[in-house]
Structure formats: C-alpha cells, structure tokens
C-alpha cells in the first residue's frame, strides 16, 4: 500500500524547535519532489516547503530561515527541521509526493494540486 506517514509533531514554546519526519511505504521517493503543507483551523492548505529528487529545496517567505528540508534516501524518508518557532507556524502539516512524477519543484510556489499521496498529517502546536 502506498502511503506517506507524518510524524514528530507535537507542542512546543515559541522560539523552540522540531523535526518532522514523512516516511515512505509502499514505493521509493528517490525519483519523486517531496512536499511539506500545512492547514492550520479555518484556512486553506498552504505549502511549506519542497526537496527535489536531486536535492534542490524550496522555501515559502514565511518559513525561510528558520526550516530546513532534507531527504534520506536510504531510510526513505524526508525531514523538516523547524526552528525558531512561530504562533503562526500552529498547523497541521502534511507531506506528499509530486504526482505525476517529475521530481521538480517549482521555484514559483507550492501548489496542493500537484502533489498527491497525502499522509495523515501531524499537530504542530506553538504555544507559551
């Protein structure tokens, strides 16, 4: 079976840290752009970040500084390293895989629609 499974999150003070981690089953993500999201209560889904299959990463404006995406290939799996959090950076957030494939991600933005296989999500919470 193919999926995705977030995990990591979990509540934290602001200007404290966390590592996400979106393991892969059911298919390798060597050749697939891996995508974090996130929905925090009442908004629509937003991109976060991308890694693509050759390491290129991308970063929206609000997270840029203070996450770090990465990819381990040999565990299957990608990271978000979240640091200096936020209140705003409360969400639930999601990983997926670019579907179809083409391992890219695109420096102008993150777009829900192209990306496909979503986990379950996992609560990050910022509170004091």
């Known amino acids: 079976q193919v999926q995705l499974v977030e995990s990591g999150g979990g509540l934290v003070q602001p200007g404290g840290s966390l590592r996400l981690s979106c393991g892969a089953y059911?298919?390798?993500?060597?050749?697939?752009?891996i995508g974090w999201f996130r929905q925090a209560p009442g908004s629509e889904r937003e991109g976060v970040s991308c890694?693509?299959?050759?390491?290129?990463?991308y970063y929206e404006d609000s997270v840029k500084g203070r996450f770090t995406i990465s990819r381990d290939n040999a565990k299957n799996t990608v990271y978000l390293q979240m640091n200096n959090l936020e209140f705003d950076d409360t969400a639930v957030y999601y990983c997926?895989?670019?579907?179809?494939?083409?391992?890219?991600?695109?420096?102008?933005?993150?777009?829900?629609?192209?990306?496909?296989?979503w986990g379950q999500g996992t609560q990050v919470i910022v509170s004091s």
């Open positions: 997926a895989r670019d579907l179809p494939p083409s391992g890219h991600c695109s420096g102008y933005g993150l777009d829900p629609v192209d990306f496909g296989s």
């Open positions: 059911g298919f390798t993500l060597d050749y697939y752009a």
């Open positions: 890694i693509s299959s050759s390491g290129y990463t």
